[in-house]
């Protein structure tokens, strides 16, 4: 939920934080702040509530010298967005930034006697303390022996005044990546911001504490064994860290779909079949389940629905999709026998990570599917199929939830293959079909500026209601969260046929209900339930494939013919129609379109 930066090298820390800061700005973005050790080896702060700009600002005004420092951009979770609860945090000779929960910062404050010295309500100012009531001149030490004290969820970022140019860096389940660069070293929360700077990297184990300093990094163990890094390699180009010319990542995301999709299955597909073995996923990992469970937050989890329709329709397997936050209070029903399936951008959600710890514990065999290479989620699976969305900048995720579904069909296929539902010949049409999805979406993007025509009729309702039946609902759950979250708009997808149940009575004259129509066994029910909420006045915008007539008795507000493909794959263009409605929505009600109000991009809090 939050953002941390470290650099310790030859140049000015500064320039190097505030601009690495920008970048992980959407992790985050209430406040931020910095440290940096100056040359006499004093450590500064400049923290400010509001955004990096801001604090930017304040260091024009006010700036700190030093090769060595550390940074943060907040989601406040404890205490009040102010400068004063912003980080970083200083106690003693002791300076922190945190990303993560101390659950018992409470108890702790009374255990040391802190009440009358702490000066933010935050639980990472706690920690500070902590540490500065253990730090005696040995830093592990202190580091150590606080983490035993601490319960909760922790990614520190940690300076002292008497060790200058050195970075101390330690976590518990909250990510920390560490790169070596050409000027020095640093840490970050996730990758997407080293990768300028640097193409190696490792994720800092957990309970190992890293120091970083000029010349390189030293990692150690909690018993103080020092321990080789696993090295990785940035797997995505940084050019797509920038916005690319677009106003805003979300519109250069939703554009680039086509070219990411490809790259996500074209390299899973040997002969016109998918084929996973690349990826170390055997065939009887898709042969010997008795059932699927997906776990998954958010889009990921909207990916997960589309999933279930696939899986039970084509494999006639059964297939649950549990929030997952919800999983592990619901008693689900995991045994050996069960394919969790944890789909995850970031994979570091920790209310998908923590539900893949309790399938494991119930003897289920989990596959991850994580955009972020080496994530904890990735790390904590049995398998791992990473899609090749690069990174996803904007909170709103789209092309994630694409390429997630993108590998969804591959799974599907390949496990109808490999349980002998589809023949080579089956799969290989619905393979061809797949590959076909890149150049289907195009056309959709290709005439945004018709989905931009109809969003600005929508720019002042109060309440959008979103209708559709299968499939089509599936993709309106996710269509109806993309704009809820971006333009502020109340916003319910509803399965058409059950509308009339009781939510039908919210329908008066000009309220704005989307209804999507892809699905050929639904088409005449859905034409059916759309004129029941234009006989109460609705202002329907419709989108149905290409090939449907249109009763010309109703009156339609907004119609948007999709391009047709088999059936089971039109989510695919309608998600990129209703990504672009959502985004126009926002554009044009001039929000912040990539960082949307009480949001973050990752939500490692539970
Ligand atoms: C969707 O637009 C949101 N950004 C949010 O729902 C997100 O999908 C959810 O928090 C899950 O994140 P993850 O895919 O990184 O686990």
Not at 160 to 166: C, K, L, V
Not at 198 to 207: A, G, H, N, R, T
Not at 262 to 270: A, D, K, S
Request: aromatic residues 8%; negative net charge; glycine residues 8%.
């Amino acid at each position: 939920m939050c953002g941390i930066i470290g650099y310790t090298g030859k140049k000015e820390a500064e320039e190097i934080m505030l601009d690495a800061l920008e970048v992980l700005e959407y992790r985050g973005y209430d406040s931020a702040g910095i440290a940096v050790c100056g040359p006499d080896g004093g450590v500064r702060i400049r923290k400010c509530a509001g955004r990096v700009k801001d604090l930017r600002s304040l260091c024009e005004r006010d700036g700190v010298e030093g090769a060595c420092g550390i940074g943060h951009t907040r989601w406040a979770t404890h205490g009040g967005v102010s400068d004063g609860n912003a980080h970083p945090h200083k106690f003693g000779k002791v300076t922190v930034i945190h990303n993560g929960i101390i659950e018992n910062y409470k108890s702790l404050i009374g255990k040391y006697g802190l009440e009358a010295e702490l000066r933010s309500q935050t639980d990472s100012e706690v920690a500070a303390a902590v540490l500065s009531h253990f730090y005696s001149g040995d830093p592990y030490a202190a580091i150590r022996k606080t983490v035993l004290k601490l319960k909760g969820t922790f990614a520190f970022g940690i300076m002292f005044d008497d060790i200058p140019g050195a970075i101390f860096a330690v976590r518990n389940v909250s990510p920390i990546v560490i790169a070596k660069t050409e000027e020095g070293s640093m840490m970050a929360s996730d990758v997407t911001v080293l990768g300028q700077y640097s193409k190696d990297y490792f994720v800092l184990p957990e309970f190992h504490v890293a120091v970083l300093r000029a010349d390189g990094t030293e990692l150690y163990d909690m018993s103080g064994d020092a321990v080789e890094p696993e090295w990785l390699t940035v797997s995505w180009d940084v050019n797509r860290s920038s916005k690319g010319g677009y106003p805003f990542y979300m519109e250069k995301e939703i554009m680039e779909q086509p070219e990411v999709i490809r790259e996500t299955i074209e390299p899973r597909i040997r002969d016109d079949m998918p084929d996973l073995e690349g990826d170390g996923i055997p065939d009887s990992l898709l042969s010997d389940c008795s059932q699927i469970c997906v776990v998954a937050c958010g889009t990921a989890m909207h990916a997960g629905l589309v999933g279930k329709a696939l899986m039970q329709s084509l494999v006639k397997i059964h297939m649950d999709v549990e929030l997952a936050s919800e999983f592990m209070y619901t008693d689900s029903l995991v045994d050996g026998k069960t394919l969790v399936i944890a789909i995850s951008q970031s994979g570091e959600t920790i209310d998908t990570l923590e539900a893949l710890k309790y399938a494991k514990r119930n003897g289920a065999k989990t596959l991850a599917v994580v955009n972020v290479k080496g994530a904890s989620i990735a790390r904590e699976s049995d398998y791992v199929i990473y899609t090749n969305a690069g990174p996803e900048i904007a909170v709103a995720s789209t092309k994630a939830y694409t390429t997630q579904l993108a590998v969804l069909y591959l799974l599907a296929g390949r496990m109808a293959y490999v349980r002998g539902i589809f023949g080579e010949k089956e799969l290989k049409e619905f393979t061809s079909e797949l590959r076909k999805a890149p150049a289907v979406m195009q056309t959709v993007l290709d005439r945004r500026e018709e989905i931009h025509y109809i969003a600005r009729g929508m720019l002042n309702a109060k309440d959008v209601f979103m209708i559709g039946r299968g499939l089509d609902y599936s993709i309106l759950l996710e269509g109806s969260l993309k704009l809820k979250e971006i333009s502020y708009i109340h916003s319910e997808a509803y399965a058409s046929g059950e509308l009339k149940h009781g939510t039908i009575a919210l329908i008066t004259e000009d309220t704005p209900v989307v209804a999507v129509i892809t699905q050929d066994k639904v088409q005449s029910k859905e034409f059916s339930n759309i004129k029941e909420v234009q006989s109460r006045g609705a202002e329907v915008i419709l989108f149905m494939k290409e090939s449907y007539r249109l009763d010309q008795d109703a009156v339609w507000d907004s119609v948007f013919k999709l391009p047709a493909m088999r059936d089971e794959f039109m989510v695919l263009p309608v998600s990129a129609a209703l990504q672009l409605l959502a985004y126009y929505v926002s554009l044009d009600k001039g929000l912040d379109v990539d960082k949307p109000r009480n949001l973050a991009k990752v939500v490692t809090v539970e």
